[in-house]
């Protein structure tokens, strides 16, 4: 994409309502922009990083066979009677009247609506196991909206939901989802760790992916050498002291809930009468689980562990362009590498402005945070060539301008 060409303009000013490391930068590099409190729209450079993010989850999520469905986002109110749900949800559920004066909501979970999907789909053994999940927007009331997209008042979750013959079949199932969660964490380059926890306003128990995060505004208690790990809400330890499995020691520690995942048992489908026949013939209530990233939070996390003082270090696997090419002052040098690089399908971001100082270039390259830059200059040609830099500012070398493309996959 062509700087000239595109929506991107960026800010030196830290915004004055911005409540966090996320906020200001993506605001000032304009990958987003707020529209009211915890309500916020993704402009093209957030919605780059955001789809990649949708794409990891969402492969991931085909790999342990969930499929893909896209639920309504306004909830009637009978369905929410069945499970007696409605006042409980009050608080959080945006509700209202339509123009017919029925009582509707916007859509902050979809436990109900999932179940009489499969209600009407599903009536054997044979149908099971069944997991279907969706990427949607979620309206939730939130009293206190923060932390710019770390908790919103409407944000992209992917919620998926399974159903099972037996506890045994969901419980493998639930592994089976751990795995895959790491696996999404891990490919978004935030690592995240599962956490006990308590089940909220949904179930009894559940298990949190939290990544360590100095601003986030969970705090975990977790062993320095095992995988014991509890949210400070359930936790019967405290930093300092011994594990309860094994001789390492308890490190307290902030983190940002990434994910979140319950079994749900046969809570919902038994209130909502969803039964299928056993191999003997014997009518039973599916056990399922539930299963929630947030994407835009993990976004926003990203942006919390991956900073410098002057912007964003996007991890290659999210980065919204790999390669930020500057030119300064007009030059063939800087189209050809372009053009021979978008041929070979790196994804640049061209800096083409001819109205800008090299300065404003460099202080937008990193704040915008693309993993490579790499400059087209009077100066740099005179050493031999182009010179290529990483964000992290480890190396700067001068490339000869046919080599550009070999050097870039080596860095990779
Ligand atoms: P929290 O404990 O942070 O309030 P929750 O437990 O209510 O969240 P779930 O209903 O389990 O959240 O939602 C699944 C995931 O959606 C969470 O792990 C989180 O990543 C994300 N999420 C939840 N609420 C918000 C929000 N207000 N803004 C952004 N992301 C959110
Ligand atoms: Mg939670």
Redesign the pocket.
Known sequence: MKRSDSLIKTYKETPADSDSINAAFLTRASFIEKHAAGVYALLPLGLRVYSKIENIVREEMNAVLGQEILMNVLQPKELWDETDRWNGMSEVMYQFKDARGKDIGLGA?HEEQVVDIARHHISSYKDLPLSLYQIQTKF?N?PRAKSGL???RE?I?KDMYSFHLDDADFKSYYQKVIKAYFRVFERCGISAKLVEASG?VFSEFSHEFQTLSDTGEDTIYYCDKCDFAQNKEIAKVSGGDKCPKCDGKIIEAHSI????IFPLGDKYTKAMNLKVLDKNGKEISPIMGCY???L??VLGTIVEIFHDNDGILWPDSVAPFTVNLISLGKNQTAEKIYASLIDAGVEVLYDDRDDVTAGEKFADADLIGCPIKIVVSERAENAGGVEISDRKKTKTEIVKEDGVLDYIKQLK
């Open positions: 979970t939730r939130e770390l908790r919103g944000f979750m909220g809930e990434v994910g979140n929630g990233i947030g835009t939070r």
